[in-house]
């Protein structure tokens, strides 16, 4: 096969290495080359032959059963669940997210010193580097390890911490197969890309970015704009510590990383011109949605946008396999808020927090592949690389606000 | 700082892992085999990246690898990957053995936050 026509995934040395990125030997590389490539073939090889399975085995008898055609998700789940080639495909894609977490903390956690005296280094004495490490936990942070991550985002091994976001980081690039590009960024370049599709003249001076993580989504927008003060946000110190050091290792100067929950800020009231977050809302809970909206209200200042990223919401037009497939990661990937999430009506929630209606922006965004990880994308950019890995496509819904 | 790599890199997220088969033992056996192709395929790129340096160095011979002695530091350093590689393969049997005891259902722990949060 030439190289020109080859559509798989990247080989995982592709990845950026920033100053904080861990060391990755060569079979530690192979092992997440393996999981990309393992990824790439349940969706495209395994997934459809679920399909064919639900309509030619499961959507009549349930039919029958029923005496209608399914109505909801979870109706095809239950049904779902004695279906061999489903069972199949769901085992081997727990598998894979676990064998990623092995894999990620393996590399990380063999030289764990080594990592947080790098980050310590880079975050000495910086004042953009705020940390609460009294800040209590939310519960849904808190109580779930989330995507199947041992310890979640915030625990720490060692004092002063960063292998929970070297894990991380050194994993998505695999997870994802490179779909985000070499910096992980793929949701930050696409707020990018929109704000220059749909907001060309909007130049905020403030900017907050919620549950920022490692800031792989926030230099983006902090590059954007270079005047800019930009604040990210997160509860958990490791993200943070890691992001801040990343951040200065890429020369990005205007980001302060600061520890806090972003249900309750402490900034003033319209402190902010533009607010956005990315993956972020399913993360927190049914009550805490409510407040982050509410806050993100209060603290946008005359004229201000907010913006957040997400995959696609389980709507009236969403067939119910696809909902059921998309809701695989509430279930079987720890991410308890994830099927709630998808189906609340974010304008009400964010009309009742006080949005006028004629605010409300909804609309999609899209990362575009990188050509020289994709060349055979590049040569086609309209043709679809592969069939769609539910829940990992770097695009997304867009939903948020901008003053009337 | 002492910290046991093998051990906690295969640590459980929390929350009692979904059953996708029947049998436990076919469960248990496809998690192994799964690792076993992921090493395979990782032994099979570093032979052939080696393959690739030598013919391009033109140093190997093929009776050195069959006659090759490790030194002590050299076992060392093998024994070692042996117990990480073992560490990684059986990952679910660790598992399953720190699930003793443990927990409700991903699906009950949605539940008890829906209901915690007065949800419909």
């Known amino acids: 096969m030439s190289e020109r026509s080859y559509a798989g995934p990247p080989d995982y040395r592709a990845v950026s290495r920033h100053g904080v990125f861990p060391d990755v030997s060569h079979d530690e590389a192979a092992r997440f080359n393996f999981l990309a490539h393992l990824n790439r073939h349940l969706a495209t090889e395994v997934l459809p032959g679920v399909k064919r399975a639900y309509d030619s085995r499961v959507l009549p008898k349930l039919t029958a059963e029923l005496g209608r055609a399914p109505a909801h998700r979870r109706e095809v789940r239950a049904a779902m669940r004695d279906e061999p080639i489903y069972q199949l495909w769901s085992a081997l894609r727990r598998a894979t997210m676990e064998q990623r977490q092995q894999a990620g903390r393996a590399l990380v956690l063999r030289q764990l010193g080594e990592l947080n005296a790098r980050a310590a280094a880079l975050n000495a004495n910086a004042d953009t580097l705020k940390l609460d490490l009294e800040l209590k936990l939310p519960r849904y942070i808190e109580g779930v390890d989330h995507h199947l991550m041992p310890g979640s985002y915030h625990t720490e091994v060692v004092a002063d911490d960063v292998s929970a976001a070297a894990n991380y980081d050194a994993g998505i690039f695999a997870t994802t197969g490179g779909g985000l590009g070499r910096l992980n960024d793929g949701a930050g370049a696409a707020l990018v890309s929109w704000l220059s599709q749909h907001a060309a003249d909007f130049k905020p001076a403030r900017i907050l970015d919620l549950g920022a993580g490692l800031g792989h989504n926030t230099l983006p927008i902090a590059a954007l704009f270079p005047e800019a003060q930009v604040i990210a946000v997160d509860v958990a110190a490791p993200m943070l510590r890691y992001g801040h050091a990343r951040a200065k290792s890429l020369g990005v100067n205007n980001v302060q990383f600061v520890q806090a929950n972003v249900e309750s800020l402490d900034f003033p009231d319209g402190h902010f011109d533009f607010i956005y977050s990315t993956m972020f809302l399913h993360e927190t809970s049914f009550s805490a949605l409510p407040r982050v909206l509410a806050e993100v209200k209060r603290l946008l200042a005359p004229g201000g946008r907010s913006l957040h990223l997400e995959q696609p919401q389980y709507t009236e037009d969403m067939d119910v396999y696809e909902q059921f497939i998309r809701d695989w990661d509430a279930f079987n990937n720890n991410e308890p808020f994830w099927t709630t999430m998808h189906e609340l009506d974010l304008p009400k929630i964010a009309q009742a927090v006080g949005h006028q209606a004629a605010e409300i922006v909804e609309s999609g965004a899209a990362a575009v592949l990188d050509p020289q990880l994709f060349p055979a994308a590049a040569l086609a950019p309209t043709a679809p690389l592969a069939a769609e890995d539910y829940g990992r496509k770097a695009a997304w819904y867009a939903f948020g606000t901008r003053a009337a | ?120």
């Not at chain 2, 033992?25 to 340096?53: F, K, P, W, Y």
């Not at chain 2, 011979?61 to 070692?80: H, L, N, T």
């Open chain 2, 1 to 120: 700082m002492s910290v046991n790599v093998n051990q906690l890199a295969a640590s459980k997220a929390k929350g009692k892992r979904p059953r996708y088969f029947q049998s436990a033992e076919a469960e248990r056996t496809l998690n192994i085999a799964m690792v076993l192709a992921q090493e395979l395929a990782v032994a099979r790129e570093r032979i052939d990246t080696l393959e690739r340096l030598l013919e391009a160095n033109g140093t190997l011979r093929r009776q050195d690898i069959d006659s090759f002695m490790p030194s002590a530091s050299q076992a060392v350093e093998r024994g070692e990957w042996t117990a990480a590689f073992i560490a990684r393969v059986l990952r679910v049997v660790q598992q399953e053995i720190e699930s003793i005891g443990e927990q409700k259902s991903l699906a009950a722990t949605v539940e008890d936050l829906r209901q915690e949060e007065k949800l419909p």
